[in-house]
Structure formats: structure tokens, C-alpha cells
């Protein structure tokens, strides 16, 4: 089983520049989408409903053109849950829970910190509720993954210029400790896990100062499992061949339980 994650920055732009078509052509069986910025009826059908995928979208409900997180499935899921729980969050459209036969899996856009819709405060109140989502969810069912943009490179190895960034949001110690905590819990950061001496391979990149042409990145965009789960995981890939957003996408196949 195949599961990309992209923040596409875009979904409309992104369409209209052929990217997303390229993604389909990678025939994932899930593919999650983060940054969505659109809600459903804004998209075309092909998008919309692609032939082949189930799909569920959660557009952010208070300010247009912003946020949101949507997931193309072609196993139906049990069921599927939005939000975190909490308004000013949801209101963002921020996560999405789908309940698989032998795993859990979470899309989630978390906030960037650096914004006056999600400052800094907003985003470590969004991580703690977040990790504890996750703590509860793995008590319940056997296997978790998530996945999407965590906005924070967690080790120097994972940003370009480590100390030019270390006190830039992002990379500040309180946020690399959370991502610490994360894995503490339990939880695999799945391509240091395959690749844990990698360097210079990152999934985001400034667009204003077009860091992508001299790979001037940060590595932001994860799949984690739990660690029960690392078993099932045969690879797990960042595709920074594929454009279309400041964003490149990221790669797990698992052999399903």
C-alpha cells in the first residue's frame, strides 16, 4: 500500500499547473493533502471526485483560501473524523481522522507559528492537544499513522543552515523538544528511520528567494507510526522530483496488517 503526503499550497494552482494530475499518475492508494485552500465545490470534478478515490475534504470554515486538509482514498474507510476538537482550531481545517480495518491514519496540518491566525502560542497549544490525540488513539487501536506538515525540522541534520535558524520559528528548541516528546511516546519518524545519516534532503523550500534551485531547504513534512507499526513499513521516501507547490511530497508504503 502506497500513502503520499504533499502540502499542495494550493489545490486550484496546483490543478491548473498539471501537478496534481502528476501525483495521481503515481496511483497512490492514499494520498493526503495538506493546504488545501479551497473548499470542494471550488475544485472541478476531476479533482473533486477522481475516478478511482474516495475523497473527503476539510476546508477551513472562517477564512477562504487558507488552510485545509483533504484525503483521497481508494480503500473506503470505516469512518472519518474532522477537527481536533476544538473550535478556533477546526474552524482552520486542520486534521482529519480516517478509521481503516487495521490502522488509523491522521492527515494534519500543523500550524506554522509565525502568523496572526496561528502564532506561536496557537501552534504549542495545537501540539499538546495534537500528541494527546494521538497518545489516545494508540490505546484504542492497535496502529497509528500520521502524517503532513509539522512545521519543525527536527534534527540540524533536517534544515540546510541549522544555525543560522536556531532561533527562528521552525527550528526553536521548544518545538524540536515536542517532536523529541513525540518519539518518546512511541512514535517513528519513519524516514530517519530508513535514512538516519541522509543529509541535504529536505521537503520545503522558500519560493521568495528560490532556495529549491540551490536546495537551501527545511524538512518539515513527515510520516510517523508507532514503533509496533515500524514492522510493516517497507519504505519511506521524500519525492523532491515533483513540483508544484514550496512543498515537495513524501512517500510510505506499508504492508497492510
Given at each position: 500500500m502506497k500513502i503520499i503526503s504533499w502540502n499542495i499550497n494550493g489545490v486550484?494552482?496546483?490543478?491548473?499547473?498539471?501537478?496534481?494530475?502528476?501525483?495521481?499518475?503515481?496511483?497512490?492508494?492514499?494520498?493526503?493533502?495538506?493546504?488545501?485552500?479551497?473548499?470542494?465545490?471550488?475544485?472541478?470534478?476531476?479533482?473533486?471526485?477522481?475516478?478511482?478515490?474516495?475523497?473527503y475534504f476539510f476546508?477551513?470554515?472562517?477564512?477562504?483560501?487558507?488552510?485545509?486538509?483533504?484525503?483521497?482514498?481508494?480503500?473506503?474507510p470505516e469512518r472519518t473524523e474532522n477537527g481536533i476538537g476544538i473550535k478556533k482550531f477546526d474552524e482552520q481545517g486542520r486534521m482529519q481522522t480516517l478509521f481503516f480495518k487495521n490502522?488509523?491514519?491522521?492527515?494534519?496540518?500543523?500550524?506554522?507559528?509565525?502568523?496572526?491566525?496561528?502564532?506561536?502560542?496557537?501552534?504549542?497549544?495545537?501540539?499538546e492537544l495534537f500528541l494527546k490525540k494521538v497518545i489516545e488513539l494508540k490505546k484504542k487501536y492497535k496502529n497509528v499513522i500520521f502524517c503532513g506538515d509539522i512545521n519543525v525540522a527536527h534534527k540540524e541534520i533536517d534544515i540546510a543552515r541549522p544555525k543560522e535558524n536556531q532561533n527562528h520559528i521552525g527550528f526553536l528548541p521548544e518545538e524540536r523538544a515536542w517532536v523529541d516528546k513525540v518519539i518518546a511516546h512511541g512514535y517513528v519518524d519513519t524516514f530517519r528511520y530508513f535514512n538516519p545519516n541522509r543529509a541535504n534532503v529536505y521537503t520545503y523550500w522558500d519560493q521568495i528567494t528560490y532556495a529549491r534551485d540551490r536546495n537551501v531547504g527545511w524538512r518539515i513534512d513527515y510520516f510517523f507510526v508507532n514503533k509496533e507499526f515500524i514492522k510493516n513499513v517497507k519504505k519511506s521516501e521524500i519525492l523532491n522530483n515533483i513540483y508544484g507547490s514550496d512543498h515537495c511530497p513524501v512517500l510510505l508504503e506499508i504492508q497492510n496488517p
Open positions: 486550484r494552482s496546483a490543478h491548473k499547473g498539471g501537478y496534481v494530475e502528476k501525483i495521481f499518475n503515481l496511483s497512490p492508494d492514499i494520498l493526503c493533502l495538506q493546504e488545501v485552500k479551497a473548499d470542494p465545490h471550488q475544485v472541478p470534478d476531476e479533482i473533486r471526485e477522481p475516478l478511482g478515490y474516495f475523497s476546508p477551513s470554515s472562517t477564512k477562504k483560501g487558507y488552510s485545509g486538509v483533504a484525503v483521497y482514498t481508494k480503500i473506503k490502522f488509523v491514519l491522521i492527515n494534519v496540518y500543523i500550524p506554522n507559528g509565525g502568523s496572526k491566525t496561528a502564532d506561536l502560542n496557537f501552534k504549542f497549544e495545537f501540539f
